[in-house]
């Protein structure tokens, strides 16, 4: 194994978890979009990136699996409220929100007329959504350090590496099915 992977992995052997999203014999019912989803944003920390996209905005749907990180540029209600329509068509409506206890996703919970779900704040092991953002975090941080770009391209892996989740997960369920 290459020290990169090392790195990315080192986090899991750690905690001591094999998969943040359980065995492959756990299968979740499948159920239409937005029946519930978890939200969660980020903050990059300061500095420069691209496109002035410091924050991002963790989705992952409970019903179907599709995760997806969406760089934003400031942290407020409106922003998350863009990202989350984003990713929804047309007709998708998000009945249920779980995240933990922040502010902005309490605003955009009334604002989108969905019941709230709230969950532990910063602690991956109770909160859902924590793991999986540090799930797809690692898999963009692996993207750059391999790549050998610099830290300011961090939006647009954030941005491959759902894609790249999505995609896998789409295609292994074909060979499996």
């Not at 300061?46 to 969406?70: A, H, N, P, Q």
């Not at 969905?114 to 799930?135: F, K, Q, T, W």
């Not at 993207?143 to 647009?156: E, I, K, T, V």
Request: aromatic share 10%; hydrophobic share 30%; with cysteine.
């Amino acid at each position: 194994m290459c020290n990169i992977c090392r790195v990315g992995l080192q986090r899991r052997r750690r905690q001591g978890r094999r998969h943040p999203h359980g065995s492959p014999e756990n299968v979740p019912e499948a159920k239409p979009f937005g029946s519930r989803v978890r939200a969660d944003p980020q903050d990059y920390g300061k500095g420069e990136w691209l496109g002035r996209g410091r924050y991002e905005s963790c989705f992952e749907d409970v019903g179907t699996g599709w995760m997806s990180l969406i760089p934003m540029t400031t942290s407020t209600t409106e922003s998350q409220q863009a990202a989350l329509k984003s990713i929804c068509r047309a007709y998708d409506r998000v009945k249920e929100l779980e995240s933990d206890d922040d502010n902005s996703v309490k605003l955009l919970v009334k604002k989108i007329g969905a019941i709230p779900l709230p969950g532990v704040p910063y602690d991956p092991r109770a909160n859902r959504i924590e793991r999986s953002y540090e799930y797809l975090g690692d898999r963009a941080r692996l993207q750059l350090l391999q790549s050998r770009l610099q830290r300011y391209f961090r939006p647009l892996a954030s941005k491959f590496a759902p894609c790249m989740y999505n995609y896998f997960r789409k295609v292994l369920r074909k060979i499996r099915g």
